[in-house]
């Protein structure tokens, strides 16, 4: 993200966020091959890297692309992931999870060329078999790309808040 963002314009704004609903809509409800088709670009980088809890002292930079990551995805790894979830042979989504995505503190901002920078938080409150709950709170920046009448994700960097996390597994898509 740029120091001079460009907010979109209202009417932009709300079309990002239609997108962002119309995206939880298709991952809550398990569509997941018609969230990869329609809403992904195929040249997306799908991106959680680790990042440490350090002192304020301790200037070591971020963690970048070439370093370990829970996903570091491209559009091939993220179709594997979405057609092993229709295998059956995920036992860890056997049952499915029930997840609910809360998506808030949208912001938006011009980046040329047809494409956006976004900014939002994510709360996503995951309940697995009958007692298992599980809440995940994260930060993302996207990059959005006008697509026909909508967008398409081509940059997504999720930041997980917690450094440890009690979850099983983060098999799952936000």
């Given at each position: 993200m740029s120091s001079e963002q460009i907010p979109v314009t209202p009417d932009v704004h709300y079309a990002v966020e239609a997108h962002y609903r119309a995206e939880v809509r298709l991952l809550q409800t398990g569509q997941y091959r018609e969230w990869l088709h329609g809403m992904v670009a195929e040249d997306i980088h799908y991106w959680m890297p680790i990042y440490e809890q350090r002192f304020a002292r301790d200037r070591r930079p971020d963690p970048t692309p070439d370093d370990a990551a829970i996903y570091n995805d491209d559009f091939g790894e993220l179709k594997q992931r979405v057609e092993r979830l229709y295998?059956?042979?995920v036992w860890m989504e056997d049952p499915p999870s029930k997840i609910r995505y809360f998506v808030s503190n949208v912001e938006a901002f011009e980046a040329g060329n047809g494409e956006l920078?976004?900014?939002?938080?994510?709360?996503?409150?995951?309940?697995?078999r009958q007692t298992e709950v599980t809440v995940h709170t994260l930060g993302r920046e996207d990059k959005l790309r006008?697509?026909?009448?909508?967008?398409?994700?081509?940059?997504?960097?999720?930041?997980?808040?917690?450094?440890?996390?009690?979850?099983?597994n983060l098999y799952f898509f936000c």
């Amino acid at each position: 993200m740029s120091s001079e963002q460009i907010p979109v314009t209202p009417d932009v704004h709300y079309a990002v966020e239609a997108h962002y609903r119309a995206e939880v809509r298709l991952l809550q409800t398990g569509q997941y091959r018609e969230w990869l088709h329609g809403m992904v670009a195929e040249d997306i980088h799908y991106w959680m890297p680790i990042y440490e809890q350090r002192f304020a002292r301790d200037r070591r930079p971020d963690p970048t692309p070439d370093d370990a990551a829970i996903y570091n995805d491209d559009f091939g790894e993220l179709k594997q992931r979405v057609e092993r979830l229709y295998s059956g042979q995920v036992w860890m989504e056997d049952p499915p999870s029930k997840i609910r995505y809360f998506v808030s503190n949208v912001e938006a901002f011009e980046a040329g060329n047809g494409e956006l920078d976004v900014l939002s938080n994510i709360l996503v409150y995951r309940n697995r078999r009958q007692t298992e709950v599980t809440v995940h709170t994260l930060g993302r920046e996207d990059k959005l790309r006008r697509d026909g009448n909508g967008f398409k994700v081509f940059r997504r960097k999720l930041i997980l808040d917690a450094r440890v996390t009690q979850d099983k597994n983060l098999y799952f898509f936000c």
